[in-house]
């Protein structure tokens, strides 16, 4: 904080001495010993809270990044899927003898009706084994 040597402390030690007396000079130091106490703390609570607020910026930041990259992860997946529909849309055209191509829906609704589909999918064969799980367990069940 401040640059001083011996020299410095003793010269202030003395126009201390000669200014407040010997019986005040003890309070004194004791009192100014007090408030550089009080001082330091409270500069160094301000630093921790500066620090800490420079870490919470830090954190949104980085939150606001992987934001951004889950986002356009996201946006990659729907454009996935969409070409998957509009494939299997393509192919469902393409085998109608009818000659007529139904009406396009717009990309929310291929989307949802693509994921319904591949949950369905994955739901039937889940509950085609937790039925035969069942059937089983009515079996051995002792009676």
Same mark, same amino acid.
């Given at each position: 904080?401040?640059?001083?040597?011996?020299?410095?402390?003793?010269?202030?030690?003395?126009?201390?001495?000669?200014?407040?007396?010997? @019986?005040?000079?003890?309070?004194?130091?004791?009192?100014?010993?007090?408030?550089?106490?009080?001082?330091?703390?409270?500069?160094?609570?301000?630093?921790?809270?500066?620090?800490?607020?420079?870490?919470?910026? @830090?954190?949104?930041?980085?939150?606001?990044?992987?934001?951004?990259?889950?986002?356009?992860? &996201?946006?990659? &997946?729907?454009?996935? &899927?969409?070409?998957?529909? @509009?494939? @299997?849309?393509?192919?469902? %055209?393409?085998?109608?003898?009818?000659?007529? /191509?139904?009406?396009?829906?717009?990309?929310?609704?291929?989307?949802?009706?693509?994921?319904?589909?591949?949950?369905?999918?994955?739901?039937?064969?889940?509950?085609?084994?937790?039925?035969?799980? %069942?059937? /089983?367990?009515?079996?051995?069940?002792?009676?």
């Amino acid at each position: 904080m401040f640059d001083m040597g011996f020299l410095e402390l003793m010269l202030i030690g003395v126009v201390g001495l000669l200014v407040l007396g010997p @019986e005040r000079l003890p309070k004194a130091a004791r009192t100014l010993g007090l408030w550089i106490g009080k001082i330091k703390r409270t500069v160094s609570g301000m630093q921790r809270e500066i620090s800490a607020q420079l870490e919470a910026e @830090e954190l949104r930041q980085k939150l606001n990044e992987q934001q951004k990259k889950l986002d356009e992860g &996201v946006q990659q &997946v729907k454009r996935g &899927v969409e070409s998957i529909a @509009e494939e @299997e849309s393509g192919k469902r %055209s393409a085998g109608d003898d009818a000659g007529e /191509a139904p009406p396009t829906a717009p990309p929310e609704k291929r989307l949802d009706d693509a994921l319904a589909r591949a949950r369905t999918g994955s739901e039937g064969d889940d509950s085609k084994g937790s039925a035969d799980a %069942s059937t /089983a367990d009515k079996d051995s069940a002792p009676r």
